[in-house]
C-alpha cells in the first residue's frame, strides 16, 4: 500500500509532540471518501494544535489539519466519483479525525462539497475555513437586515485570515468598512483589501466602560475578550456583531448595557458544524464576490515542509492574510 507524507501529533508525557512523517493508507479513519489532497492551510486552530498551545486536538495520533482540497481518489458514495474536486471545512477534521495537513485523507461525503465552480484548488484553500467563517459573519448580519445604509461595519483582526477576507466581503457588499488591527505596517495592504479607515487595535484590546460612543452598526470579531466587549459597547442602536473567534481570550468581560439599553446583538458564527445548505449558500457567494486578484494579495504559498514552523507565526499574528499549504 503506497505512503504519504503527513504531519503528525502525537501525545507524550509532557504534552505533545508534532513531527513530518510517513503514513500508509491503512493509517487513516473510517470513511467513505478517500481524498488525494492537493492543498491545505495554515488556520490559528491549527496553530494551537500543531504547537499544542491549546487543547485542540482530543484524540491522537492525529493529522491536523481543518480543511482541504484534493481530488476524489475512492469511493463509496454515490454523490462522488474518483477525480472530483472537492473540499472540506471543519466537522471536527483535524481535531477528532485525522485532517488536511497530508497527501492523503479520509472522511465522510456528508462533509465534501465540490470546489465552487470558477475557483481554482489554489484560490479555494486561499478562502478557506477563514473566508467561509468570514462569508457566514456577512450572511449573519445581512439577515439581521443591516445594510450599508444603517452606517459603517468593523472588522477585527483585519490583517489575519477571517479579518482580511471580512474586510474584502464587507467592501463588495457596499459597507464603508472599518479596519482594526495592531500592524500599523500593513495599513496599505489593508486598504487595498478595501479597508476606508484603519484604527489601532489598542483603542479595543484594553477594559472599558459598558457603554461607548456610537461608532458602527455592524461588526465581525474574531479577536473576542475585550476587544469584543469594546466593539458591542460601540455598536449603533440596534446594529449587531458578528463573533467568530478568540485570539485575544474566551472571555467576555462586558455587561448588559449594549443588549438592553441600544438592542445591540451579538451573533454566533459556527463553521465547524454549520449545515451544508448555509456552506453552499456561502461558498456561492464567495465565488460571485470575491476578487480572485485580491484573494491572490492576501496569500502567501508554502510547502509541507514549512507548515510546522509557520504554526507559531500565526498565533504570534505574525503571518499576514492566508497561508496556503501546496503538497506538490
Not at 498551545?53 to 482541504?68: E, N, W
Not at 471536527?92 to 465552487?116: F, I, N, Q, S
Request: aromatic letters at 4%; glycine letters at 12%; a neutral charge.
Amino acid at each position: 500500500m503506497a505512503d504519504f507524507r503527513a504531519i503528525l501529533i502525537e501525545k507524550t508525557a509532557t504534552g505533545t509532540s508534532c513531527a513530518l512523517t510517513r503514513l500508509d493508507e491503512a493509517s487513516l479513519m473510517p470513511g467513505d471518501v478517500t481524498v488525494r489532497v492537493s492543498h491545505s492551510t495554515i488556520n490559528f486552530k491549527d496553530g494551537l494544535a500543531i504547537t499544542g498551545k491549546s487543547p485542540v486536538v482530543r484524540r491522537f495520533p492525529m493529522v491536523p489539519g481543518i480543511d482541504f482540497v484534493g481530488t476524489v481518489a475512492q469511493s463509496s458514495d454515490d454523490r462522488f466519483r474518483v477525480g472530483d474536486a472537492v473540499v472540506l471545512t471543519g466537522w471536527g477534521v483535524g481535531e477528532t479525525h485525522m485532517g488536511g495537513l497530508a497527501e492523503m485523507a479520509r472522511v465522510k461525503g456528508d462533509w465534501l462539497l465540490p470546489v465552487p465552480r470558477g475557483l481554482s484548488a489554489a484560490q479555494t484553500m486561499a478562502i478557506g475555513t477563514a473566508g467561509l467563517t468570514a462569508m457566514l459573519a456577512l450572511l449573519a448580519l445581512e439577515r439581521h437586515g443591516l445594510t450599508p445604509a444603517e452606517g459603517p461595519a468593523l472588522v477585527t483582526g483585519a490583517a489575519g485570515g477571517v479579518g482580511s477576507i471580512a474586510l474584502m466581503a464587507l467592501k463588495k457588499a457596499g459597507f464603508h468598512v472599518i479596519a482594526s488591527t495592531g500592524r500599523p505596517a500593513e495599513a496599505a495592504f489593508l486598504k487595498d483589501l478595501g479597508a476606508d479607515e484603519i484604527i489601532d487595535r489598542a483603542e479595543l484590546s484594553a477594559p472599558g466602560r459598558p457603554l461607548g460612543k456610537e461608532r458602527w452598526a455592524a461588526a465581525i470579531d474574531a479577536v473576542g475578550s475585550h476587544t469584543l466587549a469594546n466593539v458591542l459597547a460601540q455598536t449603533r442602536y440596534g446594529g449587531a456583531v458578528a463573533a467568530c473567534g478568540l485570539a485575544q481570550g474566551m472571555d467576555l468581560p462586558t455587561s448588559v448595557a449594549p443588549f438592553i439599553l441600544r438592542g445591540v446583538s451579538l451573533l454566533g458564527i459556527d463553521s465547524v458544524m454549520c449545515p451544508p445548505a448555509l456552506r453552499r449558500m456561502a461558498w456561492q457567494r464567495i465565488a460571485s464576490d470575491l476578487d480572485p486578484q485580491r484573494v491572490a494579495m492576501l496569500t502567501t504559498v508554502i510547502g509541507l515542509d514549512d507548515a510546522m514552523a509557520s504554526a507559531e507565526a500565526i498565533l504570534a499574528g505574525k503571518v499576514r492574510g492566508r497561508l496556503v499549504v501546496d503538497m506538490a
